[in-house]
């Protein structure tokens, strides 16, 4: 399904990580005290949320959403899972924060296309092949022993994602594995290969701009170590031959921006409470926007 944006000011944002629930926690709203409402405002056509609203299970995003519909209309909110949003839940979750999504009348976009003037959209969370530097079992490894999403996440449905705080364990539920969000990631690229290779509606005066959580080139993956695997993938191939205007991404809370032979690969994550400061609100404003001309 092709979901279109209605145009008026041809301005959208694309923002990441707003862990919403580590601000809710002391009291603040991320949006007003970093100052982006300079941008976050009912004079977009679109935010984007690219994952990261919260820490799961899938119920906690109605209270996030919630910290977004003061400054924008919830019809104008369209938003992606990161890993956190599937903590406490299950890796097949997609359709419980679906229904979450659309209570509060936003949208949820995984695995979708969206129509803004001479733009096309594609969005994703994509996860990670693990290959990043060419040793994938040594990094499937590493994540395994390391990131929380694979004590955090569930294989099936006996987990409670339901639930509005906290995670639920139940015995018969079994954790995650690198394996499982490898398999993920070949079918979400699988589907944005394809995307890529559909003639654009507006044909070639139009451009397409992608949007994943997780990222596409070790241009944006700050300083290396043996997790960077999990946070992005090398699609230089991806990049190169399909050249996307630009490739808004999260998860990795480095606000790095890199150009990829024609493609713009900006890092639109905002972070934790207290990890970002507002010295680096400018970048995100200036990084998260993208104008759309109007289509034919």
């Known amino acids: 399904m092709t979901l279109t944006i209605p145009y008026d000011s041809g301005r959208i944002a694309i923002l990441s990580d707003l862990h919403a629930d580590t601000y809710q926690r002391r009291g603040a709203d991320p949006i007003t005290s970093l100052g982006l409402h300079a941008i976050v405002n009912d004079s977009l056509d679109a935010l984007i949320i690219a994952g990261d609203l919260t820490d799961g299970p899938a119920a906690k995003w109605i ?8 400054h924008i209309p919830p019809e104008r909110i369209y938003i992606l899972p990161g890993n956190h949003d599937y903590y406490g839940g299950t890796l097949q979750d997609d359709q419980l924060l679906a229904e979450h999504t659309q209570s509060v009348s936003a949208h949820f976009v995984q695995k ?5 003037g001479d733009t096309r959209v594609l969005c994703c969370t994509l996860w990670t092949d693990f290959d990043l530097l060419e040793d994938a079992e040594t990094a499937m490894g590493i994540a395994g022993s390391v990131m929380r999403d694979y004590s955090r996440i569930w294989t099936d449905h006996t987990a409670d994602s339901t639930a509005g705080i906290g995670d639920t364990w139940q015995p018969s539920a079994s954790e995650i594995e690198p394996a499982d969000t490898l398999a993920v990631h070949r079918d979400h690229r699988g589907w944005l290969e394809s995307k890529l290779m559909t003639a654009h509606p ?5 451009r397409t701009i992608v949007v994943t959580h997780h990222g596409p080139h070790l241009s944006v993956a700050g300083s290396v170590d043996g997790l960077t695997p999990a946070f992005h993938s090398d699609l230089t191939d991806l990049i190169e031959r399909f050249a996307p205007a630009a490739w808004f991404i999260g998860h990795s809370h480095r606000r790095l921006r890199a150009m990829v032979g024609r493609t713009d690969v900006r890092n639109v ?3 934790y409470c207290r990890e970002f400061h507002v010295s680096e609100s400018q970048y995100l404003i200036n990084a998260s926007i993208w104008e759309s001309r109007r289509g034919s």
């Open 112 to 116: 979708e296309e969206l129509l803004h």
């Open 202 to 206: 507006d044909g070639e005066a139009g």
């Open 63 to 70: 209270r996030g959403l919630a910290h977004l519909t003061p």
């Open 269 to 271: 994550s905002v972070g």
